[in-house]
């Protein structure tokens, strides 16, 4: 248990789809992150919000959408999205200050 | 900018073998360094950190120092085990003049431990 939940787990979505990844963390955090893994690349940093304000935005494409209701919570809104944006998405947290990053489990994304 | 470089894997070991996995980083300022691990089918976990210059973190039997003049933070066990098999991310946090900690990760080292 990492404090950082993640769902759904696994998701499999056409490419017409629209779909919502959901991260909760309830350790007092005050920044979270979305990072992309595909497979045989490094991981990439997509989002960073701080105090539900969106700081860093890693030159994204549109398709993807994140939004922070709250500094427990943390979505990532999907549309049109092309089979290559296959690949686990992760959500971190860390406390304001510290650098210390707690990850999710992760959405194994697949787009068909 | 921020840079970790981690030794190109995979690392194929015997249970009981030594591993070491090398790490090196460019960073301005003092950044702190994580090692995490990534068991098959889930998230990153931190297994240790360092947050000063010869900080030594342990975990689990793991331990890597961090070197300031090498800029090093290499990851070392004495005896392996099967469970250990997993990726490896070395990183580097670079709080700086920035309100959160923003982590910069090596592209990972592949561990598999054969009985």
């Known amino acids: 248990e990492t404090g950082v939940t993640q769902t759904p787990r696994h998701l499999v979505m056409g490419m017409t789809n629209k779909k919502s990844l959901k991260c909760e963390q309830h350790?007092?955090?005050?920044?979270m992150y979305w990072y992309k893994q595909s497979a045989k690349k490094p991981l990439e940093l997509m989002f960073v919000?701080?105090?539900?304000?969106?700081?860093e935005n890693n030159s994204v494409p549109s398709r993807f959408s994140p939004e922070c209701p709250n500094s427990s919570h943390l979505f990532l809104h999907l549309h049109t999205l092309q089979p290559e944006d296959s690949a686990l998405y992760l959500c971190?947290?860390?406390?304001?200050?510290?650098?210390?990053?707690?990850f999710g489990q992760g959405t194994r994304l697949t787009v068909v | 900018g921020d840079s970790v470089t981690q030794m190109e894997g995979p690392v194929t070991l015997s249970e009981e073998a030594f591993l070491t996995i090398n790490c090196t980083y460019t960073?301005?300022?003092?950044?702190?360094l994580f090692w995490y691990v990534q068991y098959p089918g889930e998230g990153l976990q931190l297994l240790l950190k360092?947050?000063?210059?010869?900080d030594k973190g342990s975990n689990k039997g793991f331990e890597a120092t961090y070197r300031k003049e090498t800029t090093s933070f290499h990851l070392e066990k004495g005896s392996v085990q099967v469970s250990d098999s997993a990726v490896y991310f070395c990183?580097?946090?670079?709080?700086?003049?920035?309100?959160?900690?923003?982590?910069?990760f090596g592209q990972g080292t592949i561990l598999t431990v054969h009985p």
């Open positions: 971190a947290s860390s406390r304001r200050q510290g650098t210390e990053a707690f």
């Open positions: 350790l007092g955090h005050n920044a």
């Open positions: 919000y701080s105090l539900e304000e969106r700081v």
């Open positions: 960073a301005t300022g003092y950044p702190s």
């Open positions: 360092a947050t000063k210059a010869d």
């Open positions: 990183a580097l946090g670079n709080a700086g003049g920035t309100s959160y900690g923003k982590l910069t």
